[in-house]
């Protein structure tokens, strides 16, 4: 069949069903957030409801237009991850703010985030190769019309199982009687499996396994670079907590606590103790290790950054062959961002214009490098640690502004969205790679759009504030956000772990000269996450290191990533549609 | 056996380091106490994780020329790519467009796979710089490549054709550029 006219790519359609999609995946996920602590990046949900409505219903569109549509919807909806991390903190510490101020430093966030990143696509697309799995299963979904049968089906059954399974572990439905799964009480799927219990180990030796296939698609995509992933979470969980808590690092009245009790009283006090040494210990540590390792990381690609920043000065857009925005665009809009973000800073936060100043421009130097690390880590693994830098970037501004809690939170939040901005503008790049999208198309819809994720979440956090409350003792707790309040309660009480931070960095900073790529982004990443997690990523990394060695590169590439795509794309699907029903009052939340 | 001796030196002193930095607390009781043992343990940490760098390093140096050996095979897997490539070009015009999707696909999904996945002999032979002057425009010619494949799937021959004949200079100028590099490799 030949087409008539040009390929479709950035159409009306597409610019108007990823815009609603995106505006519809913000409301349900910040209440999805602030009730169970995560979010979902939204771009497999926006790809396969594109699929449906580009191509299904309307009959015309194309693998290339349906990206245009998902890298808007996820654009848009990404914000969600920065915003519920710090707003809220607003609420719950009772600071006063001006909800248009906040809005216009989260939107110029969004801004920086892409305008930063940008620079970066070919170092870590073209040269670097990074998987970005989600990314990689997106893309998969795109171009499930002309991957034949055989890799569409595949996609399906991996999407059923995971959407199944989620389903039947997430919802406060019981199917059947509960069950005992050797000796441990359980319901039919459960959320995750205690194998700790099961094998009688002290309750401060952390082995749950979330029953997350997400998690294990994950790994199979990444495959053997994610090994490193869960050795960091072994050197964190199961060395680094057992020894503090055999040679008394952590604090007297929890060891006590739990040396005095048995049975499940003491597994609990035991998960207590591990508990506050991934928040005191691994976790700053962690951190550290990310900072250094990427800063590391960074020296090692100057030549080829260099490179790269040259052909993008070499770019003029009147010629119409260019592919990327050119650099001075990109200094321009990160010029007008900053003074946006000063302003903002200026008139919300009661400090003077030159802290204002101050704090804008660090601000924004430290988002810059620390979208680069998210971005990486993503890249590399999926996860990304967009909280823990954020943390960085409000210790920062609290030490600047002589312990200013409005000026820290606000340039918190713009930090926050700009670093997941990154991390999914490069998932979209990535895919877009992989379907043959244009990048400056891509780069041009996520700047037209990014800005319209920040108002419409803030504009959801205010009518669920004034509905329902969130926060301690509310079915809304906003996990996140109590975890923002305590981290900066600490600060404000001087308890900054300054020397884990630092020593971690330089650990972190010697593991990147060992010449495995991003090692010591990769292992920080992993002290820093849950080990729940973690363990079913590594699972699939060894899964799919074993059917590699059994049935060749091919192999993996015509079934196995299909497969796994389809296990990553399921999941958001459910939370997607549990939301939806929890919203309108069908179900009641996890736990009600 | 170097390599395994660098992993063990690196995981020990990453180990040692770690739990040094997690042990430096002000708030646990005798702290000065433990100040030194954990600055000793950290130094300890970081010599292993060094002298594991550099055992690492000293092994690479004498796998030269395997990776010589390993560049041998990535060359005749570029020079087939850039092959496939231009034949495809020479057929576009007479093929369908399913049989233009399939030539697409069989090349991507070949010999450009292969090449993609056999690059660290570049980098090992001839460093980072080198290699992103031979990887950058091989990976534009992938992007075309790919773009050709999603208009073929969608209908779009014209689209489709176009693409696939813009991949071809492209990896023509990967080729070319990967020529003047010569076979002597980076000087470290």
């Known amino acids: 069949m030949k087409k008539q006219g040009a390929y479709r790519e950035i159409t009306l359609p597409a610019i108007l069903l990823g815009v609603g999609l995106g505006v519809l995946l913000v409301a349900c996920f910040t209440y999805a957030g602030l009730l169970i602590g995560f979010t979902i990046g939204g771009s497999a949900v926006a790809a396969i ?3 449906g409505i580009l191509r299904g219903v309307m009959k015309k569109g194309t693998i290339v237009e349906n990206n245009i549509n998902q890298t808007i919807a996820s654009g848009i909806n990404i914000a969600t991850a920065g915003i519920i991390f710090t707003v809220p903190a607003f609420y719950l510490m009772d600071v006063a703010f001006n909800p248009l101020l906040v809005g216009m430093a989260a939107a110029a966030g969004a801004f920086l985030g892409v305008f930063f990143i940008i620079p970066i696509r070919k170092q870590m697309i073209d040269l670097d190769r990074l998987r970005f ?16 049968v055989e890799k569409s089906r595949l996609l399906l059954i991996g999407a059923g199982i995971s959407a199944v399974v989620y389903f039947v572990s997430q919802f406060p439905v019981k199917f059947g009687a509960e069950s005992y799964l050797l000796g441990v009480h359980t319901s039919l799927i459960p959320a995750a499996i205690d194998l700790g219990e099961i094998l009688h180990l002290p309750g401060f030796i952390d082995n749950v396994w979330a029953v997350s296939l997400f998690s294990l698609g994950a790994g199979f995509i990444t495959g053997r670079p994610g090994l490193v992933v869960l050795a960091g979470g072994i050197l964190a969980y199961w060395v680094i907590t057992p020894v503090a808590v055999s040679q008394a690092w952590v604090p007297a009245d929890l060891l006590q606590h739990f040396h005095a009790l048995t049975g499940a009283e003491a597994r609990a006090a035991g998960a207590e103790l591990s508990e506050w040494a991934h928040g005191n210990l691994n976790r700053p540590i962690g951190i550290g290790m990310l900072i250094g390792g990427a800063m590391t990381g960074i020296a090692l690609a100057a030549p080829s950054i260099r490179a790269a920043l040259g052909s ?11 592919e990327e925005l050119p650099l001075k665009t990109l200094w321009f809009g990160i010029g007008i961002c900053l003074v946006v973000l000063f302003l903002a800073t200026y008139f919300a936060a009661g400090i003077g214009p030159g802290r204002a100043l101050l704090v804008s421009v660090v601000g924004t130097l430290w988002l810059g490098l620390a979208g680069v690390i998210v971005a990486q880590a993503t890249g590399m693994t999926d996860w990304s640690p967009i909280s823990g830098l954020t943390l960085i970037s409000v210790v920062i501004i609290l030490a600047l502004t002589d312990k200013s809690v409005p000026a820290a939170l606000l340039v918190g939040a713009a930090v926050c969205v700009a670093i997941a901005e990154c991390a999914d503008m490069m998932q979209d790049l990535k895919t877009g790679h992989l379907v043959g999208a244009t990048p400056l198309k891509q780069q041009i819809m996520e700047l037209s759009f990014v800005w319209i994720g920040p108002f419409v979440c803030l504009a959801v956090i205010a009518i669920l504030w004034k509905s329902f409350g969130f926060g301690p003792g509310h079915d809304l707790s906003a996990p996140q956000a109590q975890a923002l309040q305590a981290a900066v309660e600490s600060v404000l009480g001087g308890e900054v772990p300054w020397p884990k931070y630092l020593g971690g960095a330089v650990i972190g900073g010697m593991l990147g000269l060992t010449g495995v790529a991003g090692l010591g982004v990769l292992v920080g990443l992993s002290m820093y996450l849950p080990l729940a997690y973690i363990l079913p990523y590594g699972l699939g990394c060894v899964v799919q290191m074993g059917f590699q060695r059994a049935k060749g590169v091919r192999w993996i590439e015509e079934k196995g990533v299909p497969f796994a795509a389809g296990l990553l794309v399921g999941e958001p699907l459910i939370v997607l549609l549990q939301s939806i029903l929890i919203i309108t009052g069908v179900i009641l939340p996890p736990g009600s | 056996m170097k390599g395994l001796v660098a992993f063990l030196l690196i995981t020990a002193g990453t180990l040692a380091a770690s739990l040094a930095v997690a042990r430096t607390d002000t708030s646990v009781a005798g702290w000065m106490a433990t100040w030194q043992v954990s600055t000793l343990w950290a130094v300890v940490g970081l010599v292993l994780i060094t002298a594991g760098i550099l055992v690492q390093r000293s092994g690479k140096a004498a796998s030269g020329e395997e990776a010589r050996v390993g560049l041998a095979g990535l060359d005749a897997v570029l020079g087939k790519v850039v092959g496939e490539v231009d034949r495809l070009g020479e ?15 069989e090349i991507l999904t070949g010999p450009v796979t292969d090449f993609t996945e056999g690059r660290q002999a570049l980098i090992d032979v001839f460093g980072v710089g080198s290699y992103a002057e031979v990887m950058g425009p091989f990976a534009q010619g992938e992007r075309y490549l790919n773009r050709a494949w999603s208009a073929s799937a969608d209908g779009d021959q014209d689209e489709a054709e176009t693409y696939a004949r813009k991949a071809g200079p492209l990896f023509r100028e990967a080729h070319r550029k990967r020529g003047e590099l010569g076979t002597q490799g980076a000087e470290a």
């Open chain 1, 49 to 51: 409801l594109g699929f």
């Open chain 1, 133 to 148: 799995p989600t990314g990689t299963a997106v893309a998969t979904v795109l171009k499930s019309p002309g991957a034949g």
């Open chain 1, 312 to 322: 993008l000065r070499r770019i003029d857009l009147k010629g119409g062959d260019a």
């Open chain 2, 91 to 105: 057929a576009i015009g007479t093929l369908e467009l399913s049989a233009l999707h399939a030539r697409v696909d």
